[in-house]
């Protein structure tokens, strides 16, 4: 074979090897677990060593196998929540604090708190430089972190590759994109999806306190438009299976938590099919806090969706307040039009953390394009043994798909 033939098969090799990795896009969906900047965790200390908060927890406890918490259990959380707002100086800036137990500290063990904070970003750190180097993630959906000065601190080393956006919002917990410069010869957008950060309390006049918003980040992708939803919906109304520890609850039961979710579902079903009418490539992922493995399983026919029995592909009826006759969230928002796919979480995965809250789920045209078997991971997130403020109790959950 000539020199020249060499070389030419060598190129077109060359040329074959790189389409393919430009066509395969690694993605994490990690919930970072009260992710903040070095001043946002600065203000946490300043607020919660106050004389007149030391540390107090503002939510009312509940005591086990009671119904509502003590009268001045409420009381307590009362007055622990106005103290906290006056050592943050006022209710808007107080929602933009920690809460005192994000990280576990008390007025006994807080005075290392910046050393032991440092090792959280450390481990998060490390763990995205694995991520980005043994996996090749260039798309990272992150929850609860604080804004963008806080992701660029994780990104570590990568920092300069990435850049990053998050969903504006008026409290502490957000969530945001990481993806690399290079991964979208277009410019790159990102917007809030506001509807989701709906009030918490529904008859809220003022409408302080609100969920959190979702993030939409559209990218074109080998010439391709492709659009990435990320949420974190709101908690405690997890499992459609009963457990030891976790009652099973519908989307319609009578519990105050799952009344929230339910008004998130309209909003959700709303983006879904707005982004399908835009492009058929499209990922819905993040921290859905709803076991819809789960309700997957459960094999629920379409007339049991709602409590009304009405098709969950016809218009969803909202009540007064946004809620909605959805029983379940997995069956209502892949209806058909569109249907969503899960993708399922190998067996085998290295880490298990939050089994069923954390999802990345396909559009049809997009698991059309993965080979067979495709599924996620769960990867262990890097910590020190015994460090004492957590890198995060959830696991990075990724896949490499290919557009």
């Not at 929602?95 to 050393?115: D, E, F, H, K, T």
């Not at 290295?350 to 089994?355: I, L, Q, T």
Request: proline content about 4%.
């Amino acid at each position: 074979m000539s020199t020249m033939n060499k070389i030419a098969i060598a190129l077109a090799l060359s040329f074959s090897s790189s389409a393919i990795f430009a066509a395969e896009v690694g993605i994490a969906s990690f919930n970072l677990a009260w992710m903040g900047s070095k001043d946002d965790f600065k203000k946490h200390l300043e607020v919660c060593s106050a004389p007149q908060v030391n540390w107090c927890e503002t939510r009312a406890r509940t005591m086990r196998d009671a119904q509502s918490p003590t009268n001045e259990e409420v009381e307590r959380a009362k007055q622990c929540q106005a103290n906290f707002e006056t050592a943050a100086g006022g209710a808007e800036k107080s929602m933009m604090v920690a809460p005192c137990n994000a990280y576990r500290l008390n007025s006994n063990n807080w005075q290392n708190a910046y050393a032991w904070y440092a090792q959280k970003v450390h481990g998060l750190a490390a763990t995205i430089d694995k991520l980005v180097v043994d996996e090749g993630i260039s798309i990272f959906a992150f929850q609860e972190v604080s804004n963008r000065a806080a992701i660029q601190d994780i990104l570590g080393k990568h920092a300069a590759d990435f850049e990053s956006c998050v969903a504006e919002h008026n409290a502490f917990q957000t969530v945001g994109f990481a993806w690399k410069k290079s991964l979208s010869k277009k410019p790159v957008v990102c917007k809030n999806e506001d509807a989701l950060a709906i009030k918490e309390k529904a008859d809220d006049v003022k409408g302080i306190r609100r969920l959190r918003p979702g993030v939409e980040l559209n990218l074109t992708i080998e010439g391709k438009a492709f659009s990435l939803l990320n949420v974190h919906l709101k908690s405690s109304c997890a499992n459609l299976v009963n457990t030891e520890r976790y009652p099973a609850r519908l989307l319609t039961d009578n519990d105050a938590a799952c009344k929230v979710l339910n008004r998130q579902i309209a909003p959700l079903e709303n983006w879904i099919e707005a982004v399908a009418a835009k492009t058929p490539m499209f990922i819905l992922l993040g921290d859905f806090n709803r076991r819809i493995d789960e309700e997957a399983a459960a094999n629920i026919p379409a007339k049991e969706v709602r409590l009304d029995g009405s098709d969950p592909a016809s218009p969803n009826s909202t009540g007064s307040f946004g809620e909605v006759k959805s029983r379940v969230m997995w069956q209502e928002i892949s209806d058909g039009t569109p249907s969503l796919v899960q993708i399922p979480l190998a067996e085998g995965s290295a880490c298990k953390g939050f089994v069923g809250l954390d999802h990345i789920l396909f559009s049809t045209a997009l698991h059309a394009k993965q080979a067979k078997g495709f599924n996620s991971l769960k990867l262990p997130v890097i910590q020190e043994a015994g460090q004492k403020i957590i890198s995060s109790d959830h696991c990075p959950r990724i896949v490499k798909m290919k557009i």
